[in-house]
Nanobody, 129 residues
Framework: QVQLVESGGGLVQPGGSLRLSCVVS??????????VGWFRQAPGKKREGFSC????????RYADSVRGRFTISRDYAKNTVYLDMSDLKPEDTGVYYC????????????????????WGQGTQVTVSS
């Protein structure tokens, strides 16, 4: 069983920064056997995958909408994946989810959520003045 818990969301002004955390708890396999992706969903819009990181921490991927502003990383000692977000824009508003994929592939999946079997409950990010 895998549980993911996101935290760090909140209200921030345009141009501001936030750090989201995703703590991954596993009972069968280990943290370093899971790729992790970040997804978000704005009201009335489809869920969007925008960043992911492989089980080894290599080859982080970003959607064009966040590249250069968001950074994904993982801390193996804390079983945590971080998302550092800067220069936030109103269009970044939404519920942010992390998800885990039991995979040691060299490339993580960003385009859709199908490989991700485990999801967190989400954390709200609101960018507004």
């Amino acid at each position: 069983q895998v549980q993911l818990v996101e935290s760090g969301g909140g209200l921030v002004q345009p141009g501001g920064s936030l750090r989201l955390s995703c703590v991954v708890s596993t009972s069968q396999f280990t943290f370093d056997q899971y790729a992790v992706g970040w997804f978000r969903q704005a009201p009335g819009k489809k869920r969007e995958g925008f960043s992911c990181i492989t089980s080894s921490g290599g080859h982080p991927r970003y959607a064009d909408s966040v590249r250069g502003r968001f950074t994904i990383s993982r801390d193996y000692a804390k079983n945590t994946v971080y998302l550092d977000m800067s220069d936030l824009k109103p269009e970044d508003t939404g519920v942010y989810y992390c998800a885990a994929d039991y995979s040691t592939r060299s490339l993580c999946v960003l385009e859709h959520g199908e490989p991700y079997n485990y999801w967190g409950q989400g954390t709200q990010v609101t960018v507004s003045s």
